[in-house]
């Protein structure tokens, strides 16, 4: 097919990208700086200026296309209005559609997230879990949930919400501060780590992903994507220490302290336009469970992860490894 595919210069972008590619159709690429993706250029894909806020530049970018994939987003940022998150990951979402229509786009796969849940109550949740966002990026995401399912009704264009949960491998920086952290001795524990943590491996969330664009009873629908295994924190922390050959960190400090000390960095930091040096929401890592069911996604797309997580944890650090951060 020709698939569009915006966001292609972040993580989980450019690996669909490449993974399209790899697998036959034509990719072109929606970046707002086109010289941040030479790499996807040299692999011979077609990259092409645009921007979420700019539904012209959609409108030129779907142009020939048969499938839309919506990877970008605005992830948490200090010192970001409210109004930017939403401009992004809530109204951009319909600019999509409204693109995709206009160039008469068969189908839009977006790409939003577990956290509009929130924390599970009652684990794993499946789509069907009550719907609980627990800040400004959660929220503007559901937002753009609901905003793209109006425009697609109103534009008759399919839409398929894929919900992937901890995406993590090969050129993701987010998730440094846990893996690479614990490869370097360095990662302090909050509470006791027995909540757990659904983690995807970047391949099994690419291959989801395709498989929303492609199963022609997908269209209209919401799927989680995640991994086969659901482990504790505290065993990806093991499991990261045995394949890194360190021992697991043993520094571990209550929660509660810690939560006020980011409470009180926000405060001072917050109204200065300054980045806190503490966070509340890297204390609520520590203490939100997030175990997701991904039988729809089996069920009615065939979607497998095979990537077991002792493999991903390994083939990220290796990465690590070659850009000397570990």
């Not at 534009?155 to 952290?181: C, H, M, Q, T, W």
């Amino acid at each position: 097919m020709n698939a569009l595919v915006t966001g292609g210069t972040g993580f989980t972008g450019g690996h669909l990208a490449r993974w399209l590619h790899a697998r036959g159709d034509t990719v072109r690429v929606v970046a707002r700086d086109p010289a941040r993706a030479a790499d996807l250029t040299a692999l011979g894909l077609e990259v092409v200026q645009g921007d979420l806020t700019d539904p012209a530049s959609l409108r030129r970018a779907a142009k020939d296309m048969h499938v839309v994939y919506n990877i970008a987003a605005l992830y948490r940022r200090a010192g970001l209005p409210a109004a930017a998150y939403r401009a992004v990951n809530a109204v951009g979402v319909a600019s999509v559609i409204e693109a995709a229509a206009a160039e008469r786009v068969r189908r839009v796969v977006h790409c939003s997230t577990v956290g509009v849940h929130g924390h599970i109550d009652g684990p794993p949740a499946n789509e069907d879990a009550p719907l609980k966002p627990g800040d400004v990026y959660q929220e503007t995401k559901l937002e753009g949930e609901r905003l793209g399912r109006e425009a697609a009704q109103r534009l008759n264009v399919e839409l398929v919400i894929a919900r992937p949960s901890g995406i993590y491998g090969a050129g993701d920086r987010r998730l440094f501060k846990l893996f690479g952290k614990v490869a370097q001795r360095r990662f302090v524990l909050l509470g006791n780590g027995l909540i757990s943590y659904h983690l995807t491996h970047v391949e099994d969330v690419c291959e989801g992903l395709r498989l929303c664009a492609t199963v022609p009873a997908a269209a209209g629908r919401t799927y989680i994507i995640a991994g086969a295994e659901i482990p504790t924190l505290r065993r990806v922390i093991e499991l990261t220490a045995e394949i890194a050959n360190v021992p697991p960190g043993r520094l571990r400090l209550p929660v509660w302290p810690v939560w006020l000390a980011g409470a009180a960095c926000e405060a001072v930091c917050t109204p200065l336009g300054l980045s806190p040096p503490l966070y509340r929401r890297r204390v609520d890592f520590f203490t939100k469970s997030r175990a997701f069911d991904i039988s729809r996604a089996r069920r009615e797309l065939a979607f497998e992860p095979l990537v077991q997580l002792r493999d991903g944890i390994a083939r990220t650090l290796e990465w690590y490894r070659e850009q000397r951060w570990i």
